[in-house]
């Protein structure tokens, strides 16, 4: 298959979004300004960094590269429109794998609407896939990390933990209960579009994606507020299957395993009335996890049982 026809095969036939005038096929593609902010965001993803043939199907990797993407424009707030991929291709990938790809970021995009509208494709050694979304928000309803203020309520959706235990079962070859489970949440993880949006009658909110693990997210937030979190460990969210893993692992996983997708997020608490019934009206689990206040340091603080530590920055973080 060569550039040329890939371009044909992964074209879409007809475009979602109103505001598109030109999809694939020109220099450029091209839509029409909208009212309201823009959101924009790229991620990418290196065979034998981020994923492997071992963990991974070919949609499922097209699928999550995209939910990472649209995890991103949920923790802004934003509604995804449009997505553009670029690939680097190894000359010995099949090109049903290709479409593969392709197919797994379809059927997530055909969920929200969004459609794909351009990309590039060169061949080198690696697969690479890098993914660019762009999304809409209400104007002033950005989700920005610098807005939490003291007296917020802490929340996150979900349960925590979950895609590092798929992905350990995957990796051991572990059969226990709940193997199905973690490994869904693994492979095919559900951004948090959806409740994001719901939540657009709310004035103010933080929101962060848990990326790298709720550890990392939670700082950001603090720092980029000039704010301090303290969480209240038993009360972060797990699967009950968790409890099959060593606490060391559970520890970690849950704080700092990341790629769930889930959201954390503050809010004042007139507001957490609201926030609890836009999920549960989505059958989202939503748990007030801790609260935001004031101290100098601007640091995140884990209660367990009654005894507060710092909680490290640990997570995920790529160049250390
Ligand atoms: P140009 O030479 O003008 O840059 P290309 O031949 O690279 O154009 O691409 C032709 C069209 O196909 C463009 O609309 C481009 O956005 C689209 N395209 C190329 N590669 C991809 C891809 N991997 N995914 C989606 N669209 C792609
Ligand atoms: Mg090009």
């Keep these: 298959m060569n550039e040329f026809s890939l371009i044909e095969a992964i074209k879409q036939k007809t475009y979602k979004q109103a505001s598109l005038e030109r999809g694939i096929g020109d220099d450029t593609a091209i839509f029409r300004e909208t009212a309201g902010e823009l959101a924009v965001a790229v991620d990418t993803f290196v065979e034998g960094v981020h994923f492997t043939e071992k963990t991974m199907s070919p949609f499922q990797l097209g699928y999550r590269a995209l939910a990472a993407n649209f995890s991103d424009l949920a923790a802004m707030g934003a509604l995804p429109m449009y997505y553009l991929v670029s690939l680097v291709v190894p000359d010995r990938m099949k090109e049903s794998k290709l479409l593969e790809i392709f197919k797994g970021m379809e059927h997530l995009s055909n969920r929200h609407g969004a459609d794909l509208i ?3 494709t060169v061949s080198g050694k690696d697969l690479v896939l890098s993914v660019t979304v762009i999304g809409k928000i209400e104007k002033g309803k950005a989700r920005y990390r610098n807005l939490a203020k003291v007296g917020d309520i802490v929340f996150a959706t979900g349960t925590l933990g979950d895609s590092r235990a798929g992905l350990y079962i995957l990796q051991h070859d572990l059969q226990i209960d709940g193997r199905d489970y973690f490994i869904n949440r693994h492979q095919l993880p559900t951004p948090r579009v959806t409740f994001s949006n719901s939540l657009r009658s709310i004035k103010r909110l933080a929101l962060n994606d848990i990326s790298d693990g709720i550890g990392n997210e939670v700082h950001e937030i603090a720092e980029e507020s000039g704010v301090s979190i303290v969480l209240e460990d038993e009360k972060v969210p797990t699967h009950p299957g968790l409890a099959a893993f060593p606490a060391e692992l559970q520890h970690k996983w849950k704080y700092f395993g990341g790629e769930d997708f889930e959201l954390v997020g503050t809010v004042a608490k007139k507001d957490w009335q609201t926030v ?42 790529h160049l250390k």
């Design 276 to 317: 609890q019934q836009k999920a549960e009206k989505l059958n989202l689990r939503v748990t007030a996890i801790g609260h935001v206040m004031n101290k100098d340091e601007h640091a995140v603080y884990l209660d367990k049982n009654g005894n507060i530590n710092k909680l490290s920055k640990e997570g995920y973080t």
């Design 118 to 120: 351009g990309g590039d």
